[in-house]
């Protein structure tokens, strides 16, 4: 999983923000400029559903979705679609006054959610498709911890549906390298 921590190796949190901004260098200022391609297409899609944003934005956007697969796709080999109004249900309803009966049948039905069905099938695959991107988005709004990155990524799903699969398979492609390259930097 990638996560950060504020004090490693006994370094103080400046010397991570000082690290995040040479990433930062590094990654955004750079990489930002190799996805122009993508980015350029996404937004003449979506110049008219909103005000268009900086194309750094749209690029963690393109790395969000690299992150989302490489952690979470595995998951969704044992996600049974037809059951997301149940999980939204229970999900959505966790506060109300049946909130202990709820829990104890959530926890039931999320252990589903976050079980991966054969460890062997479980490696990364190398590439994927709009299916794959389908299923990840029920997925993550099944579990109820995406809410506003769902949002965003219904909108990349619909902009995505009008290229080719080629095109699909290496915006991909392109998603995961940078994750794949970020993890070995940290």
Known sequence: MITYNLNIDGQNYEDYYS???RLEKMIIDKDCNKSKKYIDDFKIYIKNFEELKDDKYYF???ILIGVLFYEYIDYT???KPYLSFVYNFLNK?????FK??????????NTSLYT??????????????????CKLIKWLDATYDFKDEVIRLKIWYKFLKTKSPNYISFFFDFALNHVKY????G
């Open 19 to 21: 690290t995040l901004k």
């Open 77 to 79: 080999l044992n996600f």
């Open 93 to 97: 309803n966790r506060n109300s006054k």
């Open 100 to 109: 202990s009966q709820i829990d104890i049948i959530r926890g039931k039905v």
């Open 116 to 133: 991966i069905k054969n460890s062997k099938s479980n490696s990364k695959a190398t590439s994927y498709n709009i299916d794959d991107f």
């Open 60 to 62: 963690i956007e393109i």
């Open 182 to 185: 970020m993890k070995k930097l």
